[in-house]
């Protein structure tokens, strides 16, 4: 026999009956961005290679390490995209998106590939749900943006087992201050540190905050905070920021700690986190991005965004308020008498086409595994067509839930059922 086939490491299979959830999450989801008037985007699953490298920074675990990079026929070096902040701001500077409004709103939703450790809630093709306000530094649309999110999380009923954790790296001038004041704690401790965050006290010590190893957590404890560093119309920034959230009733737990691991941000970072999921918990992070898109080629125009992984999500939904799904199927025909096989396309499909979602079998089964077959599906109804049926134009209409069984005219069937409804 030959070998099965396995899938890559890392990736899922996402089935009919997880892409039902999927669905319903995404009709929220539309539901919600049509709300905020976001309107959404969907740019290519591959870019130059290049875009990342200046988009999220070369330093970063994400391009450092973990992207799948191909070179294409022409020796052109392309990467699956590994977040997409910096594809949709090259499609903002490409497609002018400037010129069609001053605030651009948009949303995405897709697959994003990362080569990092699987485990429960991390993988190597993920999906994101983002949204991206380019236009405005105010700190209104980063509470907007923030809202947002918050607003997806009511609707699916899970805001109260989710952590809203908020901090600011301010503009360049007050991380440059706080670079600088952290090197000057850490220097004498050096030695100490691990050789990750060693490595990245010349290149990019913020990041050493987000060490997971015991010791380096340590010495973190005591680390000046880049809060007391931001220089005044940072912290004023900072300051708006929360007191709108405040007065929103958004709750929040200022994080002094966190850092983001892409380098674009500058002022309010913010990531979401739940209890409901292992050590992968974050299941949304963001942030002002007020120099990507100079960086990137365009104009000196402010931004602020999220993305959040929709497996992620689902395990808390699922965990906390799963989401129900309708039973798909209408009616499934049953059909005694081998004759009528040829009748049975046609007379489904006119069903069909009324609106009403139905099946019937194509492997010539006993009626008693037609049935069955009914059932497995959870069907509303079943039509029995037997021969005395057809010759008189009718079918017996059973309706499942309540086992009443009536003779129905076959061009009233679909008629019937939705008045049911
Ligand atoms: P990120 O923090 O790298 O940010 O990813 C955002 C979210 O994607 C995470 O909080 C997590 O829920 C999900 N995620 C990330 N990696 C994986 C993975 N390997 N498996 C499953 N889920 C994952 C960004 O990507 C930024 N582009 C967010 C942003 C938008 N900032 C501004 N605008």
Redesign the pocket.
């Known amino acids: 026999m030959p070998d099965k086939v396995q899938r890559v490491k890392g990736v899922n299979d996402i089935l009919p009956a997880e892409v039902r959830q999927w669905q319903a999450l995404e009709t929220i989801i539309q539901n919600v961005m049509a709300g905020y008037a976001y309107g959404e985007i969907r740019p290519p699953i591959f870019e130059k290679t290049d875009l990342f490298a200046r988009g999220v920074g070369e330093d970063t675990d994400i391009v450092s390490k973990e992207m799948y990079t191909f070179s294409d026929m022409g020796g052109l070096s392309l990467t699956l995209r590994p977040?997409?902040?910096a594809g949709v701001v090259r499609s903002y500077i490409q497609n002018n998106l400037q010129q069609v409004s001053p605030v651009q709103k948009l949303w995405y939703e897709g697959p994003m590939f990362?080569q990092?450790r699987p485990q429960k809630?991390?993988?190597r093709q993920?999906w994101?749900l983002?949204a991206?306000a380019i236009g405005s530094p105010n700190p209104e649309q980063d509470v907007e943006i923030i809202d947002l999110f918050y607003a997806l999380l009511r609707e699916l009923g899970i805001e109260k087992s989710v952590t809203l954790k908020i901090n600011s790296v301010g503009d360049s001038e007050s991380r440059a201050a706080y670079r600088s004041a952290l090197r000057d704690y850490l220097m004498p401790q050096l030695n100490k540190l691990s050789e990750t965050s060693r490595n990245r006290f010349e290149s990019n010590p913020l990041r050493i905050l987000d060490s997971k190893a015991p010791n380096d957590r340590e010495i973190i404890k005591n680390a000046p905070k880049i809060r007391d560093c931001l220089n005044e119309s940072s912290a004023a920034h900072y300051e708006e920021v929360l007191a709108m959230l405040d007065k929103m009733v958004i709750p929040y737990f200022q994080d002094d700690l966190l850092v983001?691991?892409?380098d674009y941000y500058t002022h309010t970072i913010f990531?979401f986190t739940s209890d409901a999921l292992g050590a992968q918990d974050?299941?949304?992070?963001?942030?002002r991005?007020n120099d990507l898109v100079k960086e990137l080629g365009g104009s000196d125009v402010p931004a602020i965004?999220?993305?959040?992984?929709i497996?992620?999500l689902l395990l808390v939904v699922d965990a906390i308020k799963p989401l129900s799904t309708d039973p798909v199927l209408d009616l499934f025909l049953v059909v005694t008498g081998s004759d009528l096989r040829t009748e049975t396309p046609g007379i489904i499909r006119n069903w069909r086409s009324a609106g009403l979602s139905c099946d019937a079998d194509t492997l010539r089964r006993s009626m008693k595994a037609q049935m069955r077959e009914a059932n497995r599906q959870g069907a509303r109804y079943v039509a029995i067509l037997g021969e005395d049926e057809f010759s008189q134009g009718v079918v017996q209409l059973k309706n499942f839930e309540s086992g009443k069984q009536t003779t129905v005219a076959i061009e009233k069937v679909a008629e019937v059922i939705i008045k049911d409804a």
Do not use: K, N, V
Request: hydrophobic share 25%; glycine share 26%.
């Open positions: 977040e997409l902040t990362r990092e809630g991390r993988y993920f994101q983002g991206e983001r691991g892409l990531e974050a299941i949304c992070g963001g942030g991005y965004g999220w993305a959040s992984g497996e992620r």
